[in-house]
């Protein structure tokens, strides 16, 4: 019997150096908005997404590039930028052919995290895009982290329900021994006929919607398959693959 890759989940940054990232996939999963606004450009026809870790990075790197540098920290736009981390200001009028520069609060920081651990593979992962995600989880057949930006490197809600809904289909074509699996699995089951509904109950939902408005950010970022584009991290950009 062939054996099957083993598929975890850290539910923080602050636990991905308990994995193994050097044999694995990691997933990088940002829901609110990080991993749905790369997802949303890409599938928009953006070039790429270049991740980078600071404001003035994203700035210098779009000048030299003519591309669009954008971000934001706390939730706002990033002082600095004139361009934010919604999914929806990535319309193909706006994205197409150019290339996007984002920095962010956690999620850009994760893909760093992985990187510097010495990831085999490293793409971003939303409802947004999850039937990619999944599809290309399966035909690789390696070893799957499923890494949770959180915030501040604290859990959160809404990375760990995407990882239970990544977990809840793929689940056969892996070895899952894996508490924070089971667990994020457990959840997804509970709330997949209805995210939105359970979006009021996460504390970045209030963050990102009574302070900012953003509640069609919200539904965007929780529905499967509006912009199902595989980013996948390649010589220090994002591109579709």
């Given at each position: 019997?062939?054996k099957?890759?083993?598929?975890?989940?850290?539910?923080?940054?602050?636990?991905?150096?308990?994995?193994?990232?050097?044999?694995?996939?990691?997933?990088?999963?940002?829901?609110?908005?990080?991993?749905?606004t790369?997802a949303?450009?890409?599938?928009?026809?953006a070039?790429a997404?270049?991740?980078?870790?600071?404001?003035?990075?994203?700035?210098?790197?779009?000048?030299?590039?003519?591309?669009?540098?954008?971000?934001?920290?706390d939730?706002?736009?990033?002082?600095?930028?004139?361009?934010?981390?919604?999914?929806?200001?990535?319309?193909?009028?706006?994205?197409?052919?150019?290339?996007?520069?984002?920095?962010?609060?956690?999620?850009?920081?994760?893909?760093?995290m992985?990187?510097d651990?010495?990831?085999?593979?490293?793409?971003?992962?939303s409802?947004?895009?999850?039937?990619?995600?999944?599809?290309?989880l399966?035909?690789?057949?390696?070893?799957?982290?499923?890494g949770?930006?959180?915030?501040?490197?604290?859990?959160?809600?809404?990375?760990?329900l995407?990882?239970?809904g990544?977990?809840?289909?793929?689940?056969?074509?892996?070895?899952?021994?894996?508490d924070?699996?089971?667990?994020?699995?457990?959840?997804?089951?509970?709330?997949?006929?209805?995210?939105i509904?359970?979006?009021?109950?996460?504390t970045?939902?209030?963050?990102?919607?009574?302070?900012?408005g953003?509640?069609?950010?919200?539904?965007?970022?929780?529905?499967?398959?509006?912009?199902?584009?595989?980013?996948?991290?390649k010589?220090?950009?994002?591109i579709?693959?």
């Amino acid at each position: 019997m062939t054996k099957k890759p083993i598929l975890t989940t850290s539910i923080s940054p602050s636990l991905l150096h308990l994995y193994d990232l050097s044999s694995s996939i990691v997933v990088i999963i940002d829901v609110f908005r990080a991993t749905s606004t790369i997802a949303s450009a890409l599938y928009n026809g953006a070039k790429a997404v270049i991740p980078v870790d600071s404001v003035p990075k994203a700035i210098d790197i779009s000048k030299n590039i003519g591309g669009i540098a954008a971000g934001e920290r706390d939730g706002m736009i990033a002082e600095g930028l004139q361009h934010g981390n919604s999914p929806l200001e990535y319309s193909r009028e706006f994205i197409e052919n150019k290339t996007l520069v984002l920095t962010t609060t956690n999620g850009t920081r994760l893909l760093q995290m992985a990187l510097d651990k010495n990831a085999d593979t490293i793409i971003a992962g939303s409802f947004p895009n999850i039937s990619a995600v999944c599809d290309f989880l399966v035909k690789e057949k390696k070893n799957v982290v499923l890494g949770c930006a959180g915030w501040k490197d604290r859990f959160n809600l809404e990375d760990t329900l995407f990882a239970g809904g990544v977990i809840h289909r793929i689940q056969s074509e892996f070895t899952v021994h894996c508490d924070s699996s089971v667990m994020a699995e457990a959840m997804y089951e509970n709330h997949k006929k209805d995210l939105i509904k359970f979006a009021p109950k996460l504390t970045h939902y209030h963050r990102l919607v009574e302070r900012f408005g953003l509640i069609e950010d919200i539904k965007y970022c929780l529905t499967d398959d509006v912009a199902n584009v595989l980013p996948l991290y390649k010589e220090g950009k994002l591109i579709v693959g």
